[in-house]
């Protein structure tokens, strides 16, 4: 193992950290995904139902609404119906995104902990511990990182991007420095001064593959939307916009955003990079660490 062990600290050029995103998750495939399972496999079920009632109630709100447009009585009510359901199925995929989501971030960061730690190998039993202590602290991290996002965007959309690139490094800096949230919060500024540009394109290039990656498991809803239309255009049922929108497009519009979130993984692992990489240029604690050892040996 040790042999194939990665060295997180060290510095890294874009390339390299997106090679090393790859070799890491190519090489701890089973622990990350038997840990996942532990940690985060109730929250991915639930959140697999809440887009599932999602899909099924944003569809069928949209036919009801639609077969009662010559009733301005009923269309009333139906636009009232319509955006509480949307609502109400759009704040339950929400809570569970950010559920499964702070399970996610957490078990990737103390995995890789656990790797750095044990020398390339990750335990179980030590990350499910130290994601069971801390995933509400991610959960609130991750709001904290949203909220002002948001509100930067709202503001001028580049302080949002901004705001959003350096923040993201607050995950990596909890866990690996030991801080608190509002410790994480100020050091994540002072750690990517200066590189700001640097972290933001590693970020951008990442999210863009992990994006096209995802598109993978957006084909079987396009390629069935687009036999679906075919076959009803044959029937001559276009006047029935149900018959689009089944159980089957449900289930693969499920699958498809599920796809989307497992492909996340790459984005947190090459964050965590992007971290050890600042801090090494920073700090050189990697340096310090192998000048250390072999004074021991």
Known sequence: MFDKYIQFKREREIGEILSDTFKFIRENI???????????????IILVFAITYYSYTTGKQSFDLMSILNDSQQVSDGILDFYFSIFLGAIIM???????????????HYAVKSYMKNEG?????????DVKQNWLNYLGMSFI?????????????????????VLTLMYSI???????????????FQLIKSNWWMSFFAMLITYILV??????????AIIYMFVKGFAISQEGSLSDPSSFF???????????SIGQYLFYIIFIVACIFIYFNLNEKKNQTGTYDEINSLGNR
Do not use: H, R
């Open 30 to 44: 089973k622990p990350l995904f038997k840990i996942l399972t532990k940690t985060a496999g109730v929250p991915f």
């Open 94 to 108: 929400l809570i569970a995104s950010a559920v499964f989501y702070a399970f996610l971030v957490s078990t990737i």
């Open 121 to 129: 190998t990750i335990l179980i039993e030590e990350v499910s511990l």
């Open 145 to 165: 990182i949203g909220v002002l996002t948001f509100i930067g965007i709202m503001l001028c959309f580049l302080p949002g991007i901004y705001i959003g690139v």
């Open 174 to 188: 909890y866990a690996f420095n030991n801080l608190s949230i509002g410790e994480s919060f100020s050091y994540s």
């Open 211 to 220: 994006y096209i990656l995802s598109l993978i498991f957006q084909l079987p």
């Open 246 to 256: 089944d159980w089957g497009y449900v289930i693969l519009t499920a699958v498809s």
